[in-house]
């Protein structure tokens, strides 16, 4: 098949504008149209991204000061969770970016003997000596330069934003894409013409048949396309996320310094979860759940009892009145295959898992890019598309597997919904898949170093230390020798983590920095 020349891509947003960015800046002879509708708003409660998206726009060649400040983004470390493993237990965290392994055994990360050797070592302990940032993300401290000390931190990798999600898709639009060459339709698309290809034509409000070769569906939870027109087979991830509702609020900021933080903070509830998500203008809070196991109305009293807690930084018992509570419906699952004729589903249109990891807009530039590389060619056939299919699927099943290991490794019980979640297996073996992880470092495609620090802060150690005993009683892969060899090196990277914590105490706030350096005008 010939590659297509003309790309009609449904729907505005983060995920129609993202899009049309990444196409035109990679195929800029192509005819790109984004078909927005007037009358659709954006839905604004996605405004953490992963630290892929720097890499994401250092290649369209966006500047990164600029973007900032277009879209109220500050910069993100990682995130810190709350009573995800029990209640009122201590916090753990991940962290961005590449780890410093410098030292492992057999392809064996070598933290959980030193948790074996010493039992006592906290549970933060992983993320403070393999993560030199952790001291920037634990004092809520910004380093925006390479240095020794910090290796391997890169602030140019290492880094993801919050950020404004519907300001995304404006910047883009009016910035970017639209000054490029792609073309904006506002209308509404009242019907869909079929043909034995797939879509024939989308037909707008005003009677126009809006023709292409290949249709790009970004119509969100809608799924006009992808769904409604062709049909496609749904895979539902209810019985694994069941997050189906949220309530979302902004709020103001009290103490911006001190409660604009390098980090998104997810706080485990009764009945689900909550989010803190600072950008420079407000913070962004809400509450997923599922109906299954709350009536909304309780829910509700949820969130506004968690708006009124010190889990908002700064303390405000009356916050829940000051701010208007919205309401947002999800759909939990995806499209088992995100391509089908001549038709691409990107962003929500393709799948919506939960918002636990900030996986959304990922998933977006991250397929958006890969359509790129397959219209690169004069030519694609069926096997560019089955290739595609294979690689939406592997990415949204890891990041589901991924997502879920926050849950069932809880120990939580004070809840029918806890006692459903957190249940040990899933789908798949996943516990033995996990248990791989440790073994090996690697998860399929992607790192397995993010499993290893979830498995730290749920305390995993007390499913795997029974692993790690006979591993090393049989001395099949180590011996007393060899981890008694390690301790010097454990003792040196505990006084890194020390000598960071020191170092960083003269470094600016992220308040500070962005003040100074980003939003100083604003």
Same mark, same amino acid.
């Given at each position: 098949?010939?590659?297509?020349?003309?790309?009609?891509?449904?729907?505005?947003?983060?995920?129609?504008?993202?899009?049309?960015?990444?196409?035109?800046?990679?195929?800029?002879?192509?005819?790109?149209?984004?078909?927005?509708?007037?009358?659709?708003?954006?839905?604004?409660?996605?405004?953490?991204?992963?630290?892929?998206?720097?890499?994401?726009?250092?290649? /369209?060649?966006? #500047?990164?000061?600029?973007?900032?400040? %277009?879209?109220?983004? @500050?910069?993100?470390? &990682?995130? +810190?969770?709350?009573?995800?493993?029990?209640?009122?237990?201590?916090?753990?965290?991940?962290?961005?970016?590449?780890?410093?392994?410098?030292?492992?055994?057999?392809?064996?990360?070598?933290?959980?003997?030193?948790?074996?050797?010493?039992?006592?070592?906290?549970?933060?302990?992983?993320?403070?000596?393999?993560?030199?940032?952790?001291?920037?993300?634990?004092?809520?401290?910004?380093?925006?330069?390479?240095?020794?000390?910090?290796?391997?931190?890169?602030?140019?990798?290492?880094?993801?934003?919050?950020?404004?999600?519907?300001?995304?898709?404006?910047?883009?639009?009016?910035?970017?894409?639209?000054?490029?060459?792609?073309?904006?339709?506002?209308?509404?698309?009242?019907?869909?013409?079929?043909?034995?290809?797939?879509?024939?034509? /989308?037909?707008? #409000?005003?009677?126009?048949?809006?023709? %292409?070769?290949?249709? @790009?569906?970004?119509? &969100?939870? +809608?799924?006009?396309?992808?769904?409604?027109?062709?049909?496609?087979?749904?895979?539902?991830?209810?019985?694994?996320?069941?997050?189906?509702?949220?309530?979302?609020?902004?709020?103001?900021?009290?103490?911006?310094?001190?409660?604009?933080?390098?980090?998104?903070?997810?706080?485990?509830?009764?009945?689900?979860?909550?989010?803190?998500?600072?950008?420079?203008?407000?913070?962004?809070?809400?509450?997923?759940?599922?109906?299954?196991?709350?009536?909304?109305?309780?829910?509700?009293?949820?969130?506004?009892?968690?708006?009124?807690?010190?889990?908002?930084?700064?303390?405000?018992?009356?916050?829940?009145?000051?701010?208007?509570?919205?309401?947002?419906?999800?759909?939990?699952?995806?499209?088992?295959?995100?391509?089908?004729?001549?038709?691409?589903?990107?962003?929500?249109?393709?799948?919506?898992?939960?918002?636990?990891?900030?996986?959304?807009?990922?998933?977006?530039?991250?397929?958006?890019?890969?359509?790129?590389?397959?219209?690169?060619?004069?030519?694609?056939?069926?096997?560019?598309?089955?290739?595609?299919?294979?690689?939406?699927?592997?990415?949204?099943?890891?990041?589901?597997?991924?997502?879920?290991?926050?849950?069932?490794?809880?120990?939580?019980?004070?809840?029918?919904?806890?006692?459903?979640?957190?249940?040990?297996?899933?789908?798949?073996?996943?516990?033995?898949?996990?248990?791989?992880?440790?073994?090996?470092?690697?998860?399929?495609?992607?790192?397995?170093?993010?499993?290893?620090?979830?498995?730290?802060?749920?305390?995993?150690?007390?499913?795997?230390?029974?692993?790690?005993?006979?591993?090393?009683?049989?001395?099949?892969?180590?011996?007393?020798?060899?981890?008694?060899?390690?301790?010097?090196?454990?003792?040196?990277?505990?006084?890194?983590?020390?000598?960071?914590?020191?170092?960083?105490?003269?470094?600016?706030?992220?308040?500070?920095?962005?003040?100074?350096?980003?939003?100083?005008?604003?």
């Amino acid at each position: 098949m010939k590659s297509p020349q003309n790309i009609v891509i449904l729907g505005g947003g983060s995920a129609g504008w993202m899009t049309a960015s990444t196409l035109i800046h990679d195929l800029p002879n192509k005819n790109i149209t984004v078909v927005e509708s007037p009358s659709i708003p954006n839905i604004s409660v996605g405004e953490s991204t992963t630290n892929e998206i720097m890499p994401w726009l250092y290649h /369209l060649g966006i #500047d990164i000061k600029d973007f900032m400040r %277009g879209t109220e983004a @500050i910069f993100k470390l &990682g995130v +810190k969770f709350s009573n995800f493993y029990r209640e009122n237990d201590e916090p753990w965290y991940t962290v961005f970016g590449l780890a410093d392994f410098q030292n492992t055994a057999m392809n064996l990360e070598d933290w959980k003997f030193k948790k074996f050797k010493y039992p006592e070592t906290h549970h933060t302990n992983f993320t403070e000596t393999h993560y030199p940032q952790f001291a920037l993300f634990k004092d809520n401290k910004f380093l925006n330069e390479m240095n020794p000390d910090f290796f391997p931190y890169n602030p140019e990798k290492d880094v993801g934003l919050q950020l404004n999600a519907v300001k995304l898709g404006q910047y883009l639009a009016d910035q970017y894409a639209i000054p490029r060459g792609v073309k904006r339709i506002y209308a509404t698309v009242t019907s869909v013409k079929q043909n034995e290809d797939g879509v024939e034509a /989308l037909v707008l #409000d005003d009677g126009t048949e809006l023709t %292409g070769d290949i249709f @790009i569906d970004c119509s &969100g939870f +809608k799924s006009l396309l992808i769904g409604q027109t062709l049909d496609e087979e749904f895979i539902s991830t209810k019985e694994e996320l069941p997050h189906n509702r949220a309530f979302f609020t902004p709020v103001e900021y009290t103490d911006k310094e001190l409660e604009l933080q390098n980090f998104t903070h997810s706080i485990a509830l009764k009945n689900g979860w909550a989010w803190n998500t600072p950008i420079w203008s407000r913070i962004g809070t809400g509450y997923a759940f599922s109906d299954q196991f709350v009536d909304e109305e309780t829910a509700l009293q949820e969130f506004k009892d968690h708006l009124d807690s010190d889990k908002m930084v700064v303390y405000n018992p009356n916050r829940s009145k000051e701010v208007e509570i919205r309401k947002l419906f999800m759909r939990n699952g995806y499209y088992k295959r995100a391509w089908v004729k001549n038709v691409i589903a990107i962003g929500l249109s393709a799948a919506f898992l939960d918002p636990l990891e900030g996986a959304g807009l990922y998933f977006v530039h991250e397929m958006s890019s890969k359509i790129a590389n397959t219209f690169y060619k004069d030519y694609y056939n069926g096997f560019d598309i089955q290739v595609f299919n294979r690689y939406w699927e592997t990415q949204v099943t890891t990041t589901k597997d991924f997502i879920q290991i926050h849950f069932i490794l809880s120990q939580r019980d004070d809840s029918q919904y806890w006692l459903n979640v957190n249940k040990l297996g899933g789908p798949k073996n996943l516990i033995d898949q996990f248990k791989e992880v440790i073994r090996t470092g690697e998860w399929g495609d992607r790192s397995g170093v993010g499993y290893l620090s979830v498995g730290a802060g749920m305390q995993y150690d007390i499913i795997f230390q029974d692993y790690v005993e006979k591993l090393w009683l049989a001395q099949r892969v180590i011996n007393v020798d060899v981890v008694n060899d390690l301790v010097p090196y454990w003792e040196a990277k505990d006084k890194k983590a020390q000598n960071l914590k020191e170092f960083v105490k003269d470094l600016p706030t992220q308040y500070q920095y962005l003040k100074e350096n980003i939003h100083e005008d604003l």
